[in-house]
């Protein structure tokens, strides 16, 4: 199976997904290998594209499309800037068909983002949220009531119903203690949205909510209506209340990010794709130029896996891609590819923990050109069919910008399409 590898992912984030995704359906033979799942598995479920722009904006942006036309003006070394706005709305358009076609609608455009509720009663810009989230959105001020479970412990409605209040959003909450749940040992938003799955246990959720409704036009509920499910779970307790019903993402493990990480898996495996977790790259073997093998760790002995093309989406430091020492080194764990970082150790960071500009350190990346291929410094690729995506690359700050799942499937997208040709 080695040897007919055309194209050989490694990481199984949205970023990586993405490109197997994009070489699969176009026919190539896909294996995507990853120590463990992705990001996915603990950001909202959105595909955050550009929340605030410029960086030290008081306020989000309304409008994603003009102002990403902007940030590509001014950074023209940005992700997005390298992808090229055709890319980010393909990248979009083609994701929104995808999850439709799985009966798991996104909705939104770059046109305007949705103002969404936070776990803890904060405003969130995005570009595109799941069906089940966007009755949520605060540019409505309709009464809200927050339902949280007593035995649940990864939401507290009362948080996030005072914050949004004081905020002025008309917001209640209720706090349901179900005999069914009483008998749980271990209630995870996972066993949760199993549990939201089965018709009975919705009807004694709906029956210990009505006295409870009052005002609210909406009904927040934490991110766990279903997990393989989930359009049809919403649609039930939206019939069940008699009003529109909303999810607010949770604390991981996140129910609506593995959501998405399932419509990826099972679009690349349905075009004869494989998606193995547990296989960590430690390495790779190269010559003349190109890779010919990355390596992996096994129990007994490590593995060499071969294809014609290579793509890197392992994430940044924070997905641990990037590996940063105490004493003050960073490298690219796989390919020991050279690094957009801080010259001294001594200024990763800036005093203030909350400091507004952000810390230094998490703009490390890799540098590459238009084609996604990791450069060095004077803009030569590295490697002839190695190619970066996601949050490991450089000149861009995801988590200040909001453009975290942005940044992973618009590239992730523009590099599985420069894998086939």
Not at 100 to 108: D, Q, S, T
Request: charged letters at 15%; a negative charge; aromatic letters at 8%.
């Amino acid at each position: 199976m080695g040897k007919q590898t055309d194209v050989l992912v490694i990481g199984a984030g949205l970023a990586g997904l993405t490109a197997a995704w994009q070489a699969a359906r176009h026919g190539k033979k896909v294996k995507v290998l990853a120590k463990g799942w992705g990001a996915t598995h603990w950001h909202s479920g959105c595909i955050d594209l550009l929340g605030y722009w410029p960086l030290d904006a008081d306020t989000a942006v309304v409008h994603p499309a003009p102002a990403i036309a902007q940030l590509i003006k001014e950074q023209p070394q940005h992700p997005y800037a390298l992808a090229g706005l055709d890319n980010v709305t393909a990248a979009l358009s083609n994701f929104q068909d995808l999850c439709a076609e799985a009966g798991y609608p996104l909705e939104g455009s770059p046109e305007k983002n949705w103002l969404l509720p936070t776990a803890v009663g904060t405003f969130r810009p995005t570009c595109l949220a799941p069906q089940t989230m966007t009755a949520g959105d605060l540019s409505s001020d309709a009464p809200l009531l927050l339902v949280g479970f007593a035995q649940f412990v990864d939401f507290y409605p009362h948080v996030a119903a005072d914050n949004l209040a004081q905020q002025g959003i008309p917001a209640e909450y209720v706090m349901l203690d179900l005999p069914s749940l009483a008998r749980q040992h271990r209630l995870t938003s996972v066993v949760l949205a199993h549990m939201m799955e089965q018709e009975a246990f919705r009807q004694e959720v709906a029956q210990a909510l009505q006295p409870k409704l009052g005002q609210a036009a909406r009904v927040g509920f934490p991110a766990v209506l279903g997990l393989r499910e989930a359009t049809a779970v919403w649609q039930a307790m939206s019939d069940l209340l008699e009003r529109p019903v909303f999810e607010i993402p949770t604390l991981p493990p996140s129910v609506a990010g593995i959501r998405l990480h399932h419509i990826l898996q099972d679009a690349i495996q349905a075009q004869g794709g494989w998606v193995f977790d547990g296989m960590e790259a430690v390495g790779s073997e190269k010559d003349g130029g190109r890779v010919t093998a990355v390596i992996t760790e096994t129990a007994a002995r490590n593995r060499a896996h071969r294809a014609q093309n290579y793509v890197l989406s392992t994430g940044g430091i924070l997905g641990g891609g990037i590996y940063a020492s105490y004493e003050g080194g960073v490298h690219e764990v796989v390919f020991d590819l050279p690094l957009n970082a801080p010259d001294n150790h001594l200024d990763w960071f800036h005093t203030d923990f909350m400091d507004k500009r952000g810390h230094p350190i998490y703009q490390t990346g890799i540098r590459v050109n238009k084609q996604f291929r990791p450069v060095n410094g004077s803009e030569q690729p590295l490697l002839s069919n190695l190619f970066a995506a996601g949050t490991t690359l450089a000149h861009c700050e995801p988590i200040r910008e909001r453009s975290f799942a942005g940044i992973a499937l618009v590239t992730g997208y523009a590099v599985g399409k420069n894998t086939i040709r």
